[in-house]
């Protein structure tokens, strides 16, 4: 196991995310096809993804100081997506490497409407356990915002949120992919309980969220939301997902 070193652990976090890194593989197709049914698609690229991750590229992008707690595989996509933290901010001395499952990966098809179907292959996200957030501990503890998704084994989410709520850190928690059995104690762990519907610009809200819970404390949980909410807006008017996240400057100053 490796942890590359980027930031010094001595350091305090706006925003520390707990969760999930996924290579996106995006193909565009002009419907989703059926079962059985193979169709010509019309343009494909890979992208950085992983409801975790996104959240956590968003809120650096706004100038949130971030730590991603995670793990992905000793492969190019694991490597790749250590790069794409670094050139966007982001600490990654605990994001772990493992040759024990690949990076996860996301297969995603979107039809000429806009609507998608993905499948999931968690991979090393379902790698990440207690020894991690141990180790991660006091970057937690001292964050001033944690976030947490389900991409991750849920009781180590779970365990993520207890750690910060011990310690009096604001948690954020989306519970996506949606379950039908949540664990209760999810809700008496969250400070924010945050549902969403479409993937790339709920995580940009998230992200957003996060931002503003960490650096305007004072501004009321409604007003943060229409903030938040504006900058998701700013996503779709691009394709993919993180690349399409704006950045700071190129948002209208009043929304800071």
Known sequence: MSFPAHHSS????????VGSCMTDLVSFTPRLPKAGETIHGHKFFIGFGGKGANQCIQAARLGAKVAMVSK???????DNYIENFKNNGVSTEYVGQTDEASTGVAPITV????????VIIAGANLLLNSEDLEKASRVICCAKVVVCQ?????????E?????????VKTIFNPAPAVADLDPEFYKESDVFCCNETEGAGDSFLGALAFYMAYYPCMDLEEMSRRACDIASVSVQSQGTQASYPHRAQLPQELF
């Open 160 to 168: 993520a949120l207890k750690i910060a709520h011990k310690a009096g």
């Open 72 to 78: 992905v595989g000793k492969d190019s996509f694991g």
């Open 150 to 158: 389900l991409e991750i084994r849920p009781a180590i989410t779970l």
């Open 111 to 118: 039809n000429d409407e806009g609507q998608n179907a993905i």
């Open 10 to 17: 001595d350091e305090v976090y706006g925003v520390v995310v």
